[in-house]
């Protein structure tokens, strides 16, 4: 069974943190309301969602992808980038720890999950304002054993690598070329957003579905011509914030 880790829009949202983007007001209500409708389609899904209650005093908690990564072997909880952030990985590790073994990326390092990309297994981190090479270094030696090949990926005009690239099936990448560079990612196909959709490049992935947002059409009609067909579902307030679909959810095998 897939089970997902979620965890309620925070009352502080507007309090965010925001790197490449401009502050607008992000209306709490109806955030909180594009989140349930996005549980509520990862449980349309045969997806066990495990819905923790809102971090009052933690803005960006609402971001659960960003305190770890989950693989079928282990967990690595993360250390964020954004000091303000790193408290919201104490009650993920609680959440996470019934079903994997955890490991803890060590100070000084710095990692946001948002920036691990997992193809089979190679796992791509960027190289942003939020992740550090040494945090590389750290993911690759806790990872060596389990067979996985890390490998750092620069990143650039974007807040995560997963801004720029996701996982469409096991063999195609969705990718905004501007900010990330196809060469890093050998032996997979490509399909590139619309030129004029910068943030359409996050896609998740859940099983052989794909879910993803109607607030890029171009690059929606370029999914339908490729033969795939996602389940749509709205988070443009949390886009405010700097979210994504990726962000909002820690989905693994449990």
């Known amino acids: 069974m897939l089970a997902a880790i979620t965890r309620a829009v925070s009352p502080a949202i507007n309090q965010c943190e925001l790197t490449n983007l401009e502050r607008v007001p992000i209306d709490l209500e109806t955030a909180r309301r594009q989140h349930r409708g996005y549980e509520a389609v990862l449980g349309s899904l045969g997806v066990k969602v495990v819905s923790l209650p809102a971090e009052e005093d933690l803005p960006d908690s609402v971001f659960v992808e960003d305190a770890a990564v989950v693989l079928d072997e282990c967990a690595v909880l993360t250390r964020p980038g954004a000091a303000s952030?790193?408290?919201?990985?104490?009650?993920?590790?609680?959440?996470?720890?019934?079903?994997?073994?955890?490991?803890?990326?060590?100070?000084?390092?710095?990692?946001d999950g948002g920036d691990v990309l997992m193809v089979g297994k190679t796992i791509y981190v960027g190289q942003s304002t939020r992740s550090d090479l040494s945090a590389v270094r750290q993911i690759q030696n806790i990872?060596?054993?389990?067979?996985?090949?890390?490998?750092?990926?620069?990143?650039?005009?974007?807040?995560?690598?997963?801004?720029?690239?996701?996982?469409?099936?096991?063999?195609?990448?969705?990718?905004?070329?501007?900010?990330?560079?196809?060469?890093?990612?050998?032996?997979?196909?490509?399909?590139?957003?619309?030129?004029?959709?910068?943030?359409?490049?996050?896609?998740?992935?859940?099983?052989?579905?794909?879910?993803?947002?109607?607030?890029?059409?171009?690059?929606?009609?370029?999914?339908?011509?490729?033969?795939?067909?996602?389940?749509?579902?709205?988070?443009?307030?949390?886009?405010?914030?700097?979210?994504?679909?990726?962000?909002?959810?820690?989905?693994?095998?449990?």
């Not at 790193?86 to 390092?109: D, G, H, N």
């Not at 590139?192 to 359409?200: I, K």
Request: charge should be neutral.
């Open 85 to 111: 952030r790193r408290p919201e990985v104490e009650s993920i590790a609680r959440a996470l720890a019934p079903y994997r073994e955890l490991f803890t990326i060590q100070a000084p390092a710095r990692v």
């Open 143 to 254: 990872l060596a054993p389990y067979g996985y090949i890390v490998r750092a990926v620069p990143v650039v005009g974007c807040l995560h690598l997963k801004s720029a690239v996701t996982q469409l099936s096991g063999d195609t990448l969705l990718i905004n070329p501007a900010w990330v560079d196809r060469a890093c990612f050998p032996g997979v196909m490509f399909l590139e957003v619309d030129p004029a959709e910068a943030y359409a490049a996050n896609v998740l992935r859940v099983g052989d579905a794909v879910v993803y947002q109607p607030s890029f059409p171009r690059t929606l009609e370029r999914l339908e011509k490729a033969g795939i067909h996602p389940l749509l579902v709205d988070q443009s307030e949390l886009g405010k914030a700097e979210g994504a679909l990726t962000c909002c959810s820690l989905l693994f095998n449990a």
